[in-house]
T-cell receptor, first 112, second 117 residues
Framework: DAKTTQPPSMDCAEGRAANLPCNHS???????VYWYRQIHSQGPQYIIH???NNETNEMASLIITEDRKSSTLILPHATLRDTAVYYC?????????????FGPGTRLSVLP | GAVVSQHPSRVICKSGTSVKIECRSL??????MFWYRQFPKQSLMLMAT?????????EQGVEKDKFLINHASLTLSTLTVTSAHPEDSSFYIC?????????????FGQGTRLTVV
């Protein structure tokens, strides 16, 4: 699986957009970009994933650069409940028996 | 989305006793589930891969006789921490991938906070 690099921490004002970057310069053609978050003392929560097109769901938007070497997770209107550690993970869809490998992630603090 | 349920959410036990943690996939079948451990201020670390109907695969440094895994059905995997010690106190999390989903994303249980006293 390709390695990802994320900033260790970020702050965001409540109500503003939170833009969380992720570098994955060694991503291969069949690898997806997945985003998860972990709120304190809970299991990770799936947010969104994409292959090469930008994606949007009720939680967030995922912007993937054309060369696929980096991506940005956007929380359009951050709330205090979005304070969490956000993980960017790159891996193939297949390979049924393989787990998701978690790096240190980005600790997002949403400030009132 | 798919749901993975983990029970109990927190447990306190005495040193030397055993604790069983259950992980269920509620609306999909999971022939493979994963068990993670997370210490304070650290990321999730894979402990073992649980395979339905066969032996679990353990990561290096994880004692298979201490962390017993049973995956007897397509929707249930259990992790038993045997002869627990205070250093086993941690946050244990299970997950399963839903291959019905387009991206085959993984879903995680709520986690189990184990405290050994």
């Amino acid at each position: 699986d390709a390695k990802t690099t994320q900033p260790p921490s970020m702050d965001c004002a409540e109500g503003r957009a939170a833009n969380l970057p992720c570098n994955h310069s060694t991503i291969s053609g069949n690898e997806y970009v997945y985003w998860y978050r972990q709120i304190h003392s809970q299991g990770p929560q799936y947010i969104i994933h994409g292959l090469k097109n930008n994606e949007t769901n009720e939680m967030a938007s995922l912007i993937i650069t054309e060369d696929r070497k980096s991506s940005t997770l956007i929380l359009p209107h951050a709330t205090l409940r979005d304070t969490a550690v956000y993980y960017c993970i790159v891996r193939t869809r297949d390979n049924y028996g393989q787990n998701f490998v978690f790096g240190p992630g980005t600790r997002l603090s949403v400030l009132p | 989305g798919a749901v993975v349920s983990q029970h109990p959410s927190r447990v306190i036990c005495k040193s030397g006793t055993s604790v069983k943690i259950e992980c269920r996939s509620l609306d999909f079948q999971a022939t493979t589930m994963f068990w993670y451990r997370q210490f304070p201020k650290q990321s999730l670390m894979l402990m073992a891969t649980s395979n339905e109907g066969s032996k679990a695969t353990y990561e290096q440094g994880v004692e298979k006789d201490k962390f017993l895994i049973n995956h007897a059905s397509l929707t249930l995997s259990t992790l038993t921490v045997t002869s627990a010690h205070p250093e086993d106190s941690s946050f244990y999390i299970c997950s399963a991938r839903d291959f019905r989903a387009q991206g085959a994303e993984a879903f995680f249980g709520q986690g189990t906070r184990l405290t050994v006293v």
